[in-house]
C-alpha cells in the first residue's frame, strides 16, 4: 500500500547592506544584496521532487567597489539546464532569477537515484575543502545557509549501515569551455573514524582523493588530500586538515576550528595572483583561495541563547596577509535573525593597478547589516 504525498514548503529571505572604503584597487561605495528562496519539497511513496526557486538583487557601489557576491557557492560553473534568467541589468544592479533545485529522485530499500539540479557534497574539513569537486563555500561567505545547486545525475547504493557508493556524472559549461565530470566514491567508517576515497574524471582531468574524519578525546580532527592530473604534465596536490573542538568558557558553548590547505594551483608569491586569479581553475569554481598556503580560524561563541559572536581569520601564509571578519548574530524572532560584522584586509598593498601586493591587503574595511527570515 503506497503511503499518503507529503509535501513540505518553506521560504528564506535575505538583505544586506553594505559599506565598504576605497581600497587601491576599487573605490568605496555602499552596495545592497536581496535575496528570496522558496522550496517545496513532495514525496509520494518512492519518488521525490525537491524544488527551489530564487530571485536575487544586487545594487553594486558606483564604479564597481567591492560587495558581497550572492551567496551559496564559489563555483561560476554554468550547468547544462537553463533554469537561471536575467530579469535586469544595468551599470550598477541586475536582478536575476534561477531555479537552485529542481530534482526528482527515486529511493529503494538499498539505493537512491536523483537527476536535477541539486546539491552534493563531498568536503570533510569545513572551511577550507579542496577535495570537494562540487561547487565548494566561498570561506568568508558568512551566509552559509544553503549550498549551492549543480546539474548532475547521482546513484547511491548502501551495501550496509556504515558503508557507501555514490556515482555523480555532471556535464557544465564555464569560461573555459564544456567540460565533463565522472566521478566515483566510496565512504565507510570503523571505530569512531568515517574515510573513504573517490576518483574518475573532474573536468576532463584525471583525479583523485581520499579523505578521514574522526575523534580523539573532545577533538575531531578531518583531513583530504585530492591529486589532479596537471594539463602540462604530471599531477597537482591539494590538501587540507584541521580540528574543531567545543569548550564551555562560562558555561557558554564556544566552537574552535582551526584548519590549514596546501594548494599547488595557488601562487607562491604575489606576482603570481593575478595569473591564478585568471585561471582555468578559478575560474571553474574550483579555488577557495589564491595562496598556495592558507590558513583558516574561526571562532563562535553563544554568549546568551539570543546572541553569538564569532570571528574568521583567513591567512595566505606566502604573502604574508590576512583577512579578519568578525561578527555579531542576533536571533530576533524565533524566525528571524540580525547580524553585523566587519571585513578587514591587513597586508602589502596593490603595487599598480596590474598587480597585487597581497591577497587580502587590497580588501577595503567593509562594514554590513543583514536580515534572514525563515519561514
Known sequence: MRG????????????????ATESDVLPGGSSWLG?????????????TLETAYEHVLQRQPEGGGFSFTSPGGAGQATDWMP??????????????????????GLAGDSYDLTVGRQAVSWATTLFLTPADPFSPFDPSDPFREYRGGI???RVRYFTGPFTELEAVVRPTETQTGTHMTALGRIATSRGGWAFGAWGGLLH???AGAVFASGGVGSTSLRAEVSVREDPTGGALLRAAAGFDRYFQPGGKDLFLVTEVQFDQYGATSPDELIAVAVSDAFLRGDM???????????????????????????V??????????????????????????FYLGVGDSAPSLFALGSEYGSVPALGYLSLSLFF
Do not use: K
Open 288 to 314: 577557495q583561495a589564491l595562496g598556495r598556503w592558507t590558513i583558516a580560524t574561526t571562532a563562535s561563541w553563544q554568549i546568551h541563547p539570543l546572541l553569538g559572536v564569532d570571528a574568521l581569520a583567513l
Open 316 to 341: 595566505n601564509a606566502e604573502d604574508p596577509s590576512l583577512l579578519l571578519a568578525p561578527g555579531v548574530s542576533w536571533s530576533t524572532t524565533s524566525a528571524a535573525s540580525t547580524r553585523a560584522g
Open 35 to 47: 535575496r528570496g528562496r522558496l522550496m517545496v519539497d513532495l514525496a509520494t511513496g518512492p519518488i
Open 4 to 19: 499518503a504525498a507529503q509535501l513540505d514548503v518553506s521560504g528564506y529571505a535575505l538583505g544586506v547592506g553594505s559599506f
Open 83 to 104: 533554469l537561471q534568467w536575467t530579469l535586469r541589468e544595468g551599470d550598477r544592479s541586475d536582478w536575476r532569477h534561477r531555479f537552485d533545485r529542481l530534482a526528482v
Open 204 to 206: 576532463d582531468e584525471a
Open 151 to 153: 546539474d548532475a545525475a
